[in-house]
């Protein structure tokens, strides 16, 4: 049997330990080609463009 805990933790220390547990969203940035948000560091999903570059053709829905 593994070790079990001699005490029991009481809600305050529990819940300062999982304070820093909190999920972040991730860094959005506005798109320099087509102004549209996406994630930081990777291509522009609307546009394709990366840093000012296009990288990948998108293909455009009518």
Sequence with gaps: MG???KRKLSKSRRDRRRAH???TL???IQCEGCGDYHVVH????NCGTYRGQT???VAKDN
Excluded: K
């Excluded at 990777?42 to 999903?45: E, N, S």
């Design 55 to 57: 990288v990948m053709e």
């Design 21 to 23: 547990d909190s999920l």
């Design 3 to 5: 070790p079990l805990p």
């Design 26 to 28: 991730n860094h959005i």
């Design 42 to 45: 990777r291509v522009c999903p």
